[in-house]
């Protein structure tokens, strides 16, 4: 039960956070959807680092700072399904430059913060 409510909580301070930095982001003004963009970026890096952080003290992805920031914090802050939709919405608006710089910048850039996050973890802890 401790586990659930980890989770439930830090899912749900992801979630806020996610509205907050996708909403002042977007509100920019831009074709692109950089506000979702910025939050799975961001959230990539912010897992690579909870779970290189745990990996190298504790040897557990999945202690009870796991369960709150990576599956809840993360799992709510990013957004996979916005991601989704916002895809379909530039390809029925027949903007397929967007839609391509989107969706490789997307994919690009969260799995280069990811690794960024844990390349960092790794000579911080030397």
């Given amino acids: 039960m401790k586990i ?3 989770i439930f909580v830090g899912g749900g301070f992801g979630s806020v956070a996610r509205f907050l930095v996708s909403k002042s982001i977007q509100s ?10 910025s939050v799975n970026v961001l959230g ?3 897992i690579g680092l909870v779970l290189t952080f ?6 557990n992805y999945y202690d009870n700072i796991g369960f709150l920031l990576a599956i809840g914090f993360c799992g709510g802050f990013t957004t996979f399904s916005s991601f989704a939709f916002e895809n379909l919405e530039l390809l029925k608006a027949g903007a397929i430059l967007e839609f391509a ?19 960092l973890m790794q000579i911080t802890a030397r």
């Fill in 28 to 37: 920019l003004g831009a074709s692109i959807p950089y506000g979702t963009l």
């Fill in 101 to 119: 710089i989107y969706t490789i910048s997307s994919v690009v850039l969260s799995i280069a913060a990811v690794l960024f996050a844990v390349w």
């Fill in 44 to 46: 990539s890096f912010i």
């Fill in 54 to 59: 745990l990996a190298n003290k504790t040897g």
């Fill in 4 to 6: 659930l409510f980890l």
